[in-house]
C-alpha cells in the first residue's frame, strides 16, 4: 500500500477529552510506562496540538507536541501496536512537521528512551540528529531511565 494511498484512506482529528478512552487504550497497549489520562487532558487544556490519526472508526496512532519560540517539541507519537511498521508514523510526522513549519518554527525537537532503539531508528531515518542525553529522564522498572534528545532542522 503506498503512502499516499494510506493518506487518502486515513485522516487527522484534532484529540478532545471525549476520546481519551481509545487513547488510553492503545497508550496502554503501546508502553509499559504509558502517559496517564490526565497527562493527555492536561495537554489538551493546554492548547497543545494533539492529534488523531483516525481509519474510519479505528484510531492508528496519535501525537501531542507544544510550540516554543521558534522549536516545537514532541512529547508523545503513537502507533498502536497492530499498524506499527507500516508507515504510520512517518504520516504522522509528516504532519506534524507541516503544521509546525506553518506555525514558524525552524526545529523540532524529541526525547527518546536509550532503551528505545526503534524509536531512534525511525527518527534518525525521518532525518532527526542526536543532539545531546538527559539523565534519569524517564521513570523505569528500576530507577529512571536516561533520554536521548534528538532534533530535526525544519
Ligand atoms: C515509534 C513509532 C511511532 C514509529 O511509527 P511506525 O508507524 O511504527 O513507523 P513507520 O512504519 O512509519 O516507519 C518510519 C520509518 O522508520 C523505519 N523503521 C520502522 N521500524 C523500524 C525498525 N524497527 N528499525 C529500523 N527502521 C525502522 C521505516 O522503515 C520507515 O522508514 P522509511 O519511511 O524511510 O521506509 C511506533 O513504532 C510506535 O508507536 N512505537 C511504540 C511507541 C513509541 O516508542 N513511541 C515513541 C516514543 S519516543
Known amino acids: 500500500m503506498s503512502a499516499v494511498f494510506k493518506t487518502l484512506e ?3 482529528e484534532p484529540m478532545t477529552e471525549a476520546q481519551l478512552d481509545a487513547v488510553m487504550a492503545v497508550e496502554r497497549e503501546a508502553y509499559a510506562h ?3 489520562r490526565g497527562n493527555f487532558a ?3 487544556r493546554s492548547g497543545y496540538q494533539a492529534q488523531m490519526l483516525c481509519a474510519g472508526p479505528t484510531l492508528l496512532g496519535y501525537f501531542v507536541a507544544m510550540k516554543g519560540v521558534d522549536e516545537v517539541h514532541l512529547l508523545n507519537i503513537t502507533v498502536a501496536p497492530p ?6 508514523g512517518r504520516v504522522m510526522l509528516d504532519a506534524l512537521a507541516q503544521w509546525s513549519r506553518g506555525q514558524s518554527a525552524q526545529w523540532l525537537w524529541l ?5 528505545n ?3 531512534q531508528q525511525v527518527y534518525l531515518r525521518y532525518g532527526f ?3 545531546g542525553e538527559r539523565r534519569a529522564y524517564y521513570p523505569a522498572d528500576h530507577g529512571r531511565e536516561d533520554a536521548i534528545v534528538m ?3 525544519l
Open 10 to 12: 486515513a485522516g487527522f
Open 34 to 36: 504509558p502517559w496517564t
Open 42 to 44: 492536561d495537554s489538551i
Open 83 to 88: 499498524y506499527q511498521g507500516q508507515g504510520w
Open 111 to 115: 526525547e527518546v528512551r536509550t532503551s
Open 117 to 119: 532503539q526503534r524509536a
Open 129 to 131: 540528529r542526536r543532539v
Open 151 to 153: 532534533s530535526l532542522r
